[in-house]
């Protein structure tokens, strides 16, 4: 069974681990791996984030910068506020309940989206990019989300290979969730991601997705985020060619069940109703 926990978010409490909490992702970006360009304008991004409560998602994750594989560009920040906030806005002027999440790595951008209404700051570089991010978000007194990622997008395709991926991720992201405690963030506002994907060559995810359940040693909440990966494209391949990130939908959900079954309290993707049918019956096979 999971781990019981209490998130402690900006202005609410979220159960964690009685049932898989669905997050929705929503790309502002021109660039995104699997949706870039499709909510680049305001009204569609707005839409598809109220589509995405209706179908069930428990909290939508926006972010304005992409991290896609081989990514070098860095978006301004102003360009960033451009894209996120707004929609933030009007998204809680129509749905005053929804829980946001803002998905960035900059404390400015984490500041201005947490005072317009998101509840959780998710950052890729787990408060490393950033020296201030870290005491801003603990001023803020929001959730946080920090994900592993090794190296830098455009360093992936170069790193050596990892001989253990679980231990490493596991070592990290004690060191750099101490760094955010001694910064002031409290424990309980922690949740961990393992960081599918980000630094990892394809057969190096497996194992996280085998053992996630270890990293319920460490004592957080756990997000697992397989959506679409091209570790999934890679193990749907055929003739040689790997899927396309729009034909990788029971492949993510597979993958998605696995770690549900493996402890995750909160899964992050991109097909929300489907996902919140899955992992309705991987919750019914926990609780069994």
């Not at 964690?16 to 949706?35: A, K, W």
């Not at 209404?117 to 408060?127: H, L, Q, R």
């Not at 950033?130 to 920090?146: Q, S």
């Not at 040689?240 to 079954?261: E, F, K, N, W, Y």
Request: proline letters at 5%; charged letters at 25%.
């Amino acid at each position: 069974m999971r781990p019981l926990f209490s998130w402690q978010l900006r202005t609410r409490n979220l159960a964690l681990g009685e049932r898989t909490r669905v997050m929705g992702i929503l790309n502002i970006t021109p660039d995104s791996f699997s949706d870039g360009g499709q909510f680049l304008a305001r009204d569609r991004a707005v839409a598809h984030a109220l589509l995405m409560f209706e179908e069930g998602a428990d909290i939508v994750d926006i972010g304005g910068e992409s991290t896609r594989p081989g990514s070098e560009a860095r978006v301004p920040e102003d360009e960033e506020l451009r894209r996120v906030i707004p929609v933030i806005e009007q998204v809680r002027r129509e749905r005053p309940d929804a829980l946001l999440s803002i998905d960035t790595y900059k404390s400015a951008v984490a500041r201005a989206a947490v005072e317009a209404g998101a509840e959780i700051v998710n950052d890729v570089s787990a408060f490393r990019w950033d020296a201030n991010l870290a005491k801003t978000v603990a001023e803020l007194k929001c959730g946080a989300v920090l994900m592993h990622m090794r190296g830098r997008p455009e360093e992936w395709r170069s790193l050596p290979p990892e001989e253990n991926m679980v231990g490493r991720v596991m070592r990290d992201l004690a060191h750099w969730t101490q760094a955010a405690l001694d910064a002031g963030l409290a424990h309980e506002r922690i949740a961990l991601d393992p960081g599918f994907g980000f630094g990892k060559n394809f057969e190096e995810n497996y194992p996280l997705l085998a053992r996630f359940q270890e990293f319920h040693q460490m004592g957080f909440p756990l997000l697992g985020g397989v959506s679409r990966k091209s570790f999934i494209g890679r193990a749907l391949a055929q003739d040689g060619v790997d899927a396309p990130a729009g034909q990788r939908l029971h492949g993510s959900l597979a993958a998605m069940t696995a770690c549900i079954l493996k402890g995750a309290h909160i899964v992050r993707v991109h097909d929300v109703k489907p996902s919140v049918e899955a992992a309705g019956i991987a919750d019914a096979v926990l609780n069994g």
